[in-house]
């Protein structure tokens, strides 16, 4: 067996996930798996396993967040036969004998066998970071471990002995692997073969020199440079190729020669004391090719001869082309038949001296595209071109080269790569390789979906990585549009199952195939939107013909169940159409909703492809806690309780699916789901796999039961009732008024003759639910002071009307299904601290009020609170009126935030009551509370505190959205002119909002 470590590339960041469903499925072409098993894992040991284990190495891995290269990916090869030597334990047992020789015992590890024909092998991926004490391993020269451990275990289970470093009997130096490679790459004899050539000859006269200058002498003849590098020597040949002076042999070691000759002197300086000119080497470094042959001479010194009369970029492809005699002969195959019989000889030469694997073949005319292709420095990514900057799907199967030019493959009907387009950074494109060859393709198709389906023809390649991207239908772009006969004959051969759609006006047109045209923007709406009755694609059919979003006004079902509309249309029908996407946000699916709550899926959904619709108006990502919930009713429903991101699957029952995939997503977040009352067997387990807690609902059956409309929601909560200066002003004579607060949070005070009283008679007390409506308005008589023409103040009697006010208690809405108890009852769940803290608190007696009148008038008290510990708590409403935070005012006067979930822009308190609906009464906004205190002290106008001046800019758009007709007044210090503010400037323009400075 031979074991090796896959070097990872430094182009490619470590991804041990996708490393692992690379082990799992078997991706390469003509590999199948054949046995699979996870270890050290607390998620399970098998395949099905995979995902919730990946999730568990990923959490070791976080850990350390510092380290890059996490994996450690090795592979181990049988020979034929010996598969069925080896049982399931075996093969385990090899897994951990290597795991445990290179350090990683009790690591983490995914590991399988592949089979590809006579070719069996094994993959290892092993996490470096141990799960228990967090070490990471790097093990010391591990190609002698593998070497070592392969020996062992051929033994063990009597396997072909290998040649490994043991088995080596010609010590003699041997060519390194750079050496090889320069060789294998370029057919050329390296300087290291050179110097080895005439090892014997060396080594006798370097043996016999006294001094650096003998030394230096004698690799001099043999056109050798001897220079000091770190902790040695090396040996440089005239091009800049190299050995270490210890690899010939130990002798030339830098401890031996300094200790035969002393401290080394370099050659330049022994020939300037000297003032002697360097001889001709007599055995000098000459470029030769690998393989000799009596007719190669000719052919030689034409490439010899174009690389001194063709100067070119070092980077370009032509000089690439000429930079070695296989590229040379690759570019010349085409031309000169010798030269391909020479390429196909170079091959067989290199299986014989290097053990290669025997190379298939080239194929003259393909041979620049091969060439080409293999020369490309690195596959492409998305987004790599400019030119196809928008496109997701830019370079998919493609590779890119040294000078940014796109390299896009296309292949025979065998798969075999026969030519390249390569498009350059500016768009422009040119074709390389076997032009000859008809019915030349290049597919897109990372879902594997070719085999049935729509599948898109087009022969331009940028068309097609937009339409991919639009549709994420397979895409076939043609080399050559006149061969879609012969390619769509091929493709309905092997594909009955799939339908052939062409995107291209170049396509000759085909029997019984439609056509569609482009729109002429790039829009992958736009697009999407002219294939989707071609691509039967059905969701966005639906969705596109949905024109107005769905809301309580339009919509029956959501005004009955007392839902919003959160991104969400309605249909023709009167239906919810709800959009599922996937997790690059695409809808890839539509759920209806019909007036009776049913809902179901427009088109069927691949049980392994994880949808979801989210409602996150503001955005907020995983900066609160994620909520899962069942369906959409219940998501509305959560949302508009917790404010908090809200996640909804496809079907109900695909609610732990979803939850992994957020829970790879968001590894850090806070993540609750919230199911129904009724507990099903495996909920607690599959949450517990994932390591999130189940809420349920404490009053109903659903969450969605919590926003049905019912009578107890017009019920406000008494706050206050009793008799004051009309609306606490001093200067008005003494009326009647309660204070309520509905279940929304927002308190309001109603006035009028014995509206106390009607509280009073009914039994109310602070803190019950109640309702208070005018019961009837009756006639009255009332005596009126006037002045009579005198200037005497003189009585009357008048006639005029009094509301008579009636007042119910209801059920406390705390135990009854609300919008209020279920925000109550998830507050601590969500962390909702702002609510928690603003329940628990109580109005401010007259003490209060009069020992903190710093904090504004009666008026201004009547909106706060004081919470047990004595600290007065202020509301801080969202742009929708919804109290999302407090600001707490401690006895010494310092203050602090106290948050929920959602956004803190636009948050604001109006001090002094209500705004006034009157357009001509101008609104004012002050960015710190001491001002706003102060004007309406002054003012008796409400005065709306933005909390803090970057805050301005949002509390005034959203003012300026609900009264259209008011003059705004921003009175603030200097942040007018803060950078999020300088907006304003021009806005006071247009929308009438003036900007003062305090001084």
């Known amino acids: 067996m031979i074991a090796k470590k896959i070097p990872k590339n430094a182009h490619i960041a470590d991804n041990y996930k996708e490393l692992a469903h690379y082990i799992a499925a078997a991706k390469e072409a003509g590999e199948k798996l054949d046995r699979f098993w996870i270890a050290h894992c607390g998620a399970g040991n098998s395949k099905e396993d995979l995902d919730l284990a990946l999730v568990e190495i990923e959490a070791v891995r976080r850990l350390k967040p510092d380290v890059k290269d996490k994996s450690y990916h090795m592979i181990i090869s049988f020979r034929p036969g010996e598969k069925d030597r080896l049982s399931d334990q075996d093969l385990k047992d090899i897994a951990e004998t290597y795991a445990g020789a290179l350090g990683f015992s009790g690591h983490q590890y995914v590991a399988g066998t592949h089979i590809n024909t006579d070719n069996f092998h094994m993959h290892i991926a092993f996490n470096r970071v141990h ?49 090889r490679d320069y060789e294998s790459q370029t057919w050329q004899e390296s300087f290291q073969n050179h110097v080895l050539g005439h090892r014997k000859e060396i080594l006798k006269q370097t043996a016999d020199a006294k001094t650096w200058q003998d030394l230096h002498q004698v690799l001099g003849d043999y056109d050798i440079r001897l220079k000091k590098r770190g902790n040695g020597f090396v040996l440089l040949g005239p091009d800049g190729q190299g050995m270490k002076a210890s690899a010939l ?6 401890a031996a020669l300094e200790k035969k000759l002393g401290t080394f002197k370099p050659s330049g300086e022994e020939q300037k004391a000297t003032q002697e000119k360097p001889s001709r080497p007599k055995q000098r470094y000459k470029r030769r090719p690998t393989l ?28 690439r082309s000429l930079s070695n005699w296989k590229l040379f002969l690759v570019s010349e195959a085409y031309r000169d038949p010798l030269a391909a019989v020479f390429l196909i000889a170079h091959q067989e030469m290199l299986h014989l001296v290097f053990g290669e694997d025997r190379p298939t073949p080239v194929t003259k005319l393909a041979n620049p595209a091969l060439k080409a292709w293999k020369e490309a420095g690195h596959w492409a990514k998305a987004k790599s071109l400019k030119w196809l900057s928008e496109t997701r799907s830019t370079g998919r199967g493609c590779r890119m080269d040294d000078d940014g030019n796109l390299l896009v493959p296309f292949r025979d009907r065998d798969g075999h790569l026969q030519a390249v387009r390569l498009y350059s ?35 331009d390649y940028a068309d097609a990585v937009k339409i991919h991207d639009a549709t994420r239908r397979p895409v076939i772009v043609l080399a050559d549009p006149n061969d879609m006969r012969q390619v769509l004959k091929e493709h309905q051969r092997r594909y009955p199952n799939s339908t052939a759609i062409i995107a291209d006006p170049t396509i000759p047109r085909q029997p019984n195939v439609p056509i569609v045209s482009l729109p002429d923007q790039d829009d992958a709406t736009d697009i999407r939107r002219a294939f989707v009755e071609a691509t039967d694609d059905k969701a966005f059919m639906i969705w596109d013909t949905c024109s107005d979003w769905a809301k309580p006004g339009n919509s029956a079902w959501l005004k009955v169940s007392g839902l919003r509309g959160y991104g969400v249309k309605l249909t023709d029908k009167g239906n919810i159409a709800v959009p599922l996407r996937d997790r690059s946000g695409r809808i890839e699916n539509v759920m209806l909703i019909d007036k009776q709550s049913r809902q179901s899926l427009v088109q069927d959904t ?12 503001q955005r907020r990502g995983d900066q609160d806690t994620l909520i899962i919930a069942r369906d959409y009713a219940d998501a509305a429903a959560l949302h508009r309780a917790t404010n908090c991101p809200v996640m909804v699957p496809a079907r109900p029952a695909d609610w732990a699916d979803l939850a992994r995939h957020m829970r790879e997503k968001n590894n850090n977040a806070e993540i609750i789901v919230a199911l129904g009352a009724i507990e099903q067997p495996d909920d607690a387990e599959k949450a517990a796999k994932l390591g999130m807690e189940i809420v349920r609902p404490k009053m109903a059956t659903s969450f969605k039961d919590y926003a049905a409309p019912r009578d107890g929601n017009k019920a406000s909560r008494l706050i206050a009732s009793g008799a004051a200066p009309y609306k606490f002003d001093f200067e008005k004579s003494e009326s009647s008024f309660v204070t309520l607060q509905d279940a929304n949070g927002v308190e309001r005070t109603l006035w009028g003759i014995d509206i106390a009283q009607s509280v009073d008679q009914a039994d109310a007390k602070p803190g019950d639910w109640i309702t208070l409506e005018v019961a009837e308005t009756k006639e009255v008589e009332v005596e009126e002071e006037y002045r009579d023409k005198t200037g005497q103040i003189q009585t009357r009697t008048i006639k005029t009307h009094r509301n008579v006010w009636k007042t119910q208690i209801k059920d406390d809405p705390a135990k009854t299904p609300t919008m209020t108890a279920l925000r109550t009852e998830l507050a601590q769940k969500v962390g909702d601290n702002a609510w928690h803290a603003w329940q628990t608190a109580k109005p401010a007696d007259k003490q209060t009020i009069k020992a903190r009148a710093e904090l504004g008038s009666a008026k201004a008290w009547a909106q706060y609170r004081v919470d047990q510990d004595g600290k007065v708590l202020i509301p801080l409403r969202d742009s929708g009126n919804r109290l999302a935070a407090l600001y707490r005012i401690d006895t010494d006067g310092s203050g602090k935030m106290i948050t929920g979930p959602g956004s803190d822009n636009g948050l604001h308190h109006v001090v002094g009551g209500k705004l006034s609906k009157n357009p001509k009464e101008p609104i004012l906004i002050a960015d710190d509370l001491v001002s706003a205190i102060e004007l309406n002290r002054l003012t008796g106008k409400p005065v709306v505190w933005a909390v803090k001046a970057e805050n301005l800019k949002a509390v005034a758009e959203n003012l300026r959205k609900f009264n259209p007709k008011h003059e705004l007044v921003i009175a603030a210090t200097d942040a007018h002119v ?16 003036d900007v003062q400075r305090i001084p």
């Open 292 to 319: 000799r042959h009596p007719a190669m001479p000719p052919l030689w010194r034409k490439y010899l001869g174009t690389q001194r009369m063709t100067p070119a970029p070092p980077s370009s492809l032509l000089s």
């Open 606 to 617: 691949p049980a392994d492809q994880v949808l979801m619709h989210r409602i996150d108006p």
């Open 425 to 459: 950074p500016e768009g422009k494109s040119l074709d390389i390789g076997n032009k000859r060859t008809h019915g030349l393709v290049h597919l897109i198709d990372p879902r594997k979906q070719i085999d049935k389906g729509p599948v898109i023809f087009t022969a």
């Open 131 to 179: 799960p228990e004490t967090l070490q990471l391993v790097t093990p010391y020269r591990d190609f002698k471990i593998l070497d070592r451990v392969s020996r062992q275990l051929e033994k063990k289970y009597g396997l072909f002995v290998d040649n490994g470093m043991a088995q080596r009997k010609d010590n003699s130096a041997k060519l390194s692997p750079s050496a």
């Open 978 to 993: 803060a950078k999020e503010n300088r907006p304003m400037a021009f806005e006071r323009i247009r929308s009438n909002i």
């Open 249 to 254: 042999d130990r002798s030339l070691s830098k």
